[in-house]
């Protein structure tokens, strides 16, 4: 996707639909054309604003980002996000929201020292609604609903204690709190407010639906202090390959108490990525998938980014990964998927890549039999 342009490095992509949605939101200026420029000015530095906190933070942390504002608000992707722990992916939660709250403090000690104008002036409207779209929007994101920044940052930091034992839990939380929203929509008569809370409402229940009961548990890596240790040391790091061998087999006990302190290893991007696929999320699967194939090029990964890359149209990224050194691992159901499925534009082109990664291939060691 060939970005409009850049800030502070990082690429952006606007689509036509957020300014669309951005002069909806401001209707009831339509009769000001000066207020509803502002407005919409206003709307799309704040979210340009949130979502490079984002960015800011993923490059803190070596992850590379890109940036698209669209309909429903502004989205950072991210690739090489394998390494990060769970607390750090936290911390990418929150720098969105923090930058706004950061930005409206700011202006807010700026009005108290400068002349803003007269109430209701043009002046003085446009810092309120600066103040609304980075403090009231900021905070409104932070709810406990996913996959708003709150719902990230409360599931990152559960699954940093207690790894992925809750997710069903975390998504009950998202629906109570929709509802919530919702009610206090009806009672303010919020259209837009209630809307929103149906759709996360829909969405987290979707998702919960979809959930097997017992959702695996992702293990963590425990350093505890040496004076409290009564076992071996640790094995250190825990790479995606050994995370999803512990998957597929009974987790070892832990020799060491419960209290002893612990730090997390980096979260599991391929179950990640799988559960947000199969919670009908195909976009938001894309980036954990390609992360967690690079890193282990199992079949079974390679099988859920293919479906995300099919599901999303992202055939350019499906030729680019037939066409890397880790092809070779994508099993023969994967391959005929891809021929199956691609879009006629693509079909020959796709087809030629397939055709000459079967003849050179060895079977993939994790095929299904």
């Given at each position: 996707m060939r970005p409009h342009f850049h800030v502070a490095g990082?690429?952006?992509?606007?689509?036509?639909?957020?300014?669309?949605?951005?002069?909806?939101?401001?209707?009831?200026?339509?009769?000001?054309?000066?207020r509803l420029a502002l407005w919409v000015a206003i709307v799309f530095v704040s979210v340009l604003l949130h979502e490079l906190g984002h960015a800011l933070a993923y490059r803190r942390y070596g992850c590379p980002s890109r940036i698209e504002l669209h309909g429903m608000g502004g989205t950072t992707h991210a690739s090489d996000v394998g390494h990060l722990t769970h607390r750090q992916s936290a911390w990418v939660s929150f720098a969105g929201p923090g930058i706004g709250f950061a930005a409206g403090g700011l202006v807010w000690a700026a009005s108290r020292l400068l002349p803003t104008g007269e109430p209701g002036g043009l002046v003085h409207q446009g810092l309120q609604q600066f103040l609304f779209v980075n403090i009231g929007w900021g905070l409104f994101n932070l709810l406990p609903v996913q996959p708003m920044d709150g719902g990230h940052?409360?599931?990152?930091?559960?699954?940093?204690?207690?790894?992925?034992?809750?997710?069903?839990w975390l998504?009950?939380?998202?629906?109570?709190?929709a509802v919530a929203v919702l009610g206090l929509a009806i009672g303010w008569k919020q259209i837009w407010l209630g809307l929103l809370a149906m759709m996360l409402g829909v969405m987290n229940f979707e998702q919960l639906r979809?959930?097997?009961?017992q959702a695996p548990e992702a293990p963590r890596t425990f350093?505890?202090?040496?004076?409290?240790?009564?076992?071996a040391p640790s094995e250190g790091p825990v790479s995606v390959q050994r995370l999803m061998d512990s998957l597929r087999a009974p987790a070892a006990p832990q020799a060491w108490t419960e209290d002893d302190d612990a730090l997390e290893g980096p979260h599991d991007p391929a179950l990640v990525g799988e559960l947000l696929l199969d919670s009908g999320l195909p976009e938001l699967a894309v980036h954990p998938l390609q992360a967690a194939f690079t890193?282990?090029?199992?079949?079974?990964?390679?099988?859920?980014l293919v479906l995300a890359l099919l599901r999303t149209g992202r055939l350019q990224d499906l030729a680019a990964l037939l066409d890397s050194s880790h092809a070779r691992q994508l099993s023969e159901d994967t391959l005929a998927l891809i021929c199956d499925h691609?879009?006629?534009?693509?079909?020959?082109?796709?087809?030629?890549?397939?055709?000459?990664?079967?003849h050179g291939r060895t079977p993939a060691p994790d095929e299904p039999r």
């Open positions: 990082f690429p952006v992509h606007l689509h036509p639909l957020f300014l669309l949605v951005s002069l909806a939101t401001g209707w009831s200026l339509i009769s000001e054309p000066a940052l409360l599931a990152d930091l559960v699954r940093a204690r207690s790894g992925y034992r809750y997710e069903r998504l009950g939380i998202g629906i109570a709190t979809r959930m097997p009961e350093f505890p202090p040496k004076a409290r240790r009564t076992a890193q282990a090029p199992l079949a079974r990964t390679g099988h859920a691609a879009g006629a534009a693509e079909q020959a082109t796709l087809t030629e890549r397939v055709t000459a990664l079967r």
